[in-house]
């Protein structure tokens, strides 16, 4: 027996996600209008179907499915690419929205996306055989960007997330090495501009933008800084 699962999510408006998913390199296999709204889009292994739900809000949707693939730097290329060709910019906040490449502490490096129906599409490929997730670091300040990015990316708790990076970070005995400043800045930038806190969002990722990195500790962010690019929708 064969059998394969495919995710069916809702949407308001089918036009929408369709071109989104097209900007992605997705090509639209099946589109129907009556009786109910109805799509399919396809690339490479991957299959989507969505319906449409008039009363539907994007904003609050929960909907989410997983995808495993094994060049997810490739994939998150690619779809950078198609969205800042058909968007103008990467977008970062709001919807649509794609997210920055993380390697989570459950062996795993993946990314976030949200099409226009406000469904989480999750990118990943494992990069371990154990998928649990790891003890969180002893060191301050690893431990605090370990459970940030989970509050921020796994829980969605966004405020939950800020209050770790702003706690850290006015320790006033303790100091985080440039490499973990830039990504706990980033971070907060990040979670400040989905909140909807332009001010802070701005000043976070200017004060990451002015950390001072060697070529090796630039080589180490390399994620973090695409982000900050995005973010701050400079060239990158």
């Known amino acids: 027996?064969?059998?394969?699962?495919?995710?069916?999510?809702?949407?308001?408006?089918?036009?929408?996600?369709?071109?989104?998913?097209?900007?992605l390199g997705f090509?639209?296999?099946?589109?129907?209008?009556?009786?109910?709204?109805?799509?399919?889009?396809?690339?490479?292994?991957?299959?989507?179907?969505?319906?449409?739900?008039?009363?539907?809000?994007?904003?609050?949707?929960?909907?989410?499915?997983?995808?495993?693939?094994?060049?997810?730097?490739?994939?998150?290329?690619?779809?950078?690419?198609?969205?800042?060709?058909?968007?103008?910019?990467?977008?970062?906040?709001?919807?649509?929205?794609?997210?920055?490449?993380?390697?989570?502490?459950?062996?795993?490096?993946?990314?976030?996306?949200?099409?226009p129906g406000g469904n989480c599409v999750r990118i990943g490929q494992p990069t371990s055989e154990d998928q649990h997730h790891r003890p969180a670091p002893e060191e301050t300040f690893a431990r605090a960007l370990h459970h940030a990015t989970l509050f921020a990316d796994s829980k969605e708790d966004l405020?939950?997330?800020?209050?770790?990076?702003d706690r850290v970070l006015g320790l006033p005995d303790e100091h985080p090495t440039p490499v973990q400043l830039v990504r706990l800045l980033v971070l907060r930038g990040d979670v400040a501009g989905r909140l909807g806190d332009e001010e802070?969002?701005?000043?976070?990722?200017?004060?990451?933008?002015?950390v001072p990195l060697t070529e090796g500790e630039r080589a180490s962010?390399?994620?973090d800084l695409a982000r900050l690019a995005d973010l701050s929708g400079s060239p990158g």
């Open 27 to 115: 090509e639209v296999t099946f589109v129907q209008k009556s009786p109910n709204p109805f799509a399919v889009v396809e690339r490479g292994g991957i299959q989507l179907q969505f319906f449409g739900m008039k009363e539907y809000e994007p904003s609050q949707s929960y909907s989410t499915c997983y995808v495993v693939t094994d060049d997810v730097d490739g994939l998150h290329e690619a779809f950078r690419a198609g969205l800042k060709a058909a968007y103008g910019k990467v977008p970062g906040r709001g919807l649509p929205r794609i997210g920055p490449l993380r390697d989570m502490s459950y062996g795993v490096r993946q990314f976030l996306m949200s099409d």
């Open 200 to 210: 802070a969002a701005v000043s976070a990722l200017e004060r990451a933008a002015a």
């Open 1 to 23: 027996m064969a059998e394969r699962t495919i995710p069916l999510l809702p949407c308001r408006s089918i036009q929408p996600v369709l071109d989104f998913y097209t900007a």
């Open 221 to 223: 962010v390399r994620d």
């Open 159 to 165: 405020v939950g997330a800020a209050k770790i990076v």
